[in-house]
C-alpha cells in the first residue's frame, strides 16, 4: 500500500519569499511517480510538477522544484519567488507505474494551505 | 494540452433522487477514468477505477450499488450516485491520464437535500 503524508497543514509566507512544502512518501514499489497539485478555492485540481522514481535529476518546471531524495522517501516542492496567487491548497500524490505504460489511480497526502501575505 | 470536461459543476437534489455526472476527455481517448470524492477541508480519496468496455475497479469500502460506473466509449465516463442521501454531499472529480501526468475536471459539487 501507498502512503503520502504532509506534515504542514497550513503555511503562511511572505510575498516574495521561497517556500518548502514537505511531502515523505511509503511504498514498496519498485517504479513509481510522485505528483504535486494545487488546488484553489474553485476546487480545481491543477498539475505542477512530476517526478518519476528513476529520474536522476530532480523536476522543475518555472518557478516549481521537486527536491527529491529517494533514500529518505521525500519529495519536498519549492516555489521561488512566491506570488499572491500561489495561494491554495497543495497536495502531494503518487501512484506505481507500469512497464507497460499503465497507471494505477493516485494516492493524495493530506494537504498544506498555504497562505501568501502581501 | 489535453482536456477533461466534467459536467455538471454543481448539482442540487433530493434525498433518494439519483444523479448523474459525466466526465469527458476532449482530445484524447481514455481507456482508463479515475473517480475521485473529497469531503470538506480533506483530501482526494479515489474512489473506483472506470475502464472502457469493462468493469469499473473499485476501492475498498465504496458500495458498487451506490456509486455505479459507465465507460461506453473512449471519451465518456459516467458516474451515477443511486439513491443519494445528504452523506454523500461531497466534491466528485474524475481524470484521465493520456500520458504521465493525470489530467482532472473541474469537478462536480453535489448536495443532497
Not at chain 1, 50 to 74: I, P, V
Request: with cysteine.
Amino acid at each position: 500500500a501507498q502512503k503520502i503524508t504532509q506534515t504542514q497543514p497550513g503555511m503562511f509566507v511572505q510575498e516574495k519569499e521561497a517556500v518548502t512544502l514537505d511531502c515523505t512518501y511509503d511504498t514498496s514499489d519498485q517504479s513509481y511517480g510522485l505528483f504535486w497539485y494545487k488546488q484553489p478555492s474553485s476546487g480545481e485540481m491543477i498539475f505542477l510538477i512530476y517526478q518519476g522514481s528513476y529520474d536522476e535529476q530532480n523536476a522543475t518546471e518555472g518557478r516549481y522544484s521537486l527536491n527529491f531524495q529517494k533514500a529518505r522517501k521525500s519529495a519536498n516542492l519549492v516555489i521561488s519567488a512566491s506570488q499572491l496567487g500561489d495561494s491554495a491548497m497543495y497536495f502531494c500524490a503518487m501512484r506505481e507505474v507500469y512497464s507497460g505504460g499503465g497507471a494505477d489511480g493516485l494516492t493524495f497526502g493530506k494537504g498544506t494551505h498555504l497562505i501568501i501575505q502581501p | 494540452g489535453a482536456v477533461v470536461s466534467q459536467h455538471p459543476s454543481r448539482v442540487i437534489c433530493k434525498s433518494g433522487t439519483s444523479v448523474k455526472i459525466e466526465c469527458r476527455s476532449l482530445d484524447f481517448q481514455a481507456t482508463t477514468m479515475f473517480w475521485y470524492r473529497q469531503f470538506p477541508k480533506q483530501s482526494l480519496m479515489l474512489m473506483a477505477t472506470s475502464n472502457e468496455g469493462s468493469k469499473a475497479t473499485y476501492e475498498q469500502g465504496v458500495e458498487k450499488d451506490k456509486f455505479l460506473i459507465n465507460h461506453a466509449s473512449l471519451t465518456l465516463s459516467t458516474l451515477t450516485v443511486t439513491s443519494a442521501h445528504p452523506e454523500d454531499s461531497s466534491f466528485y472529480i474524475c481524470s484521465a491520464s493520456p500520458w504521465g501526468q493525470q489530467t482532472f475536471g473541474a469537478g462536480s459539487r453535489l448536495t443532497v437535500l
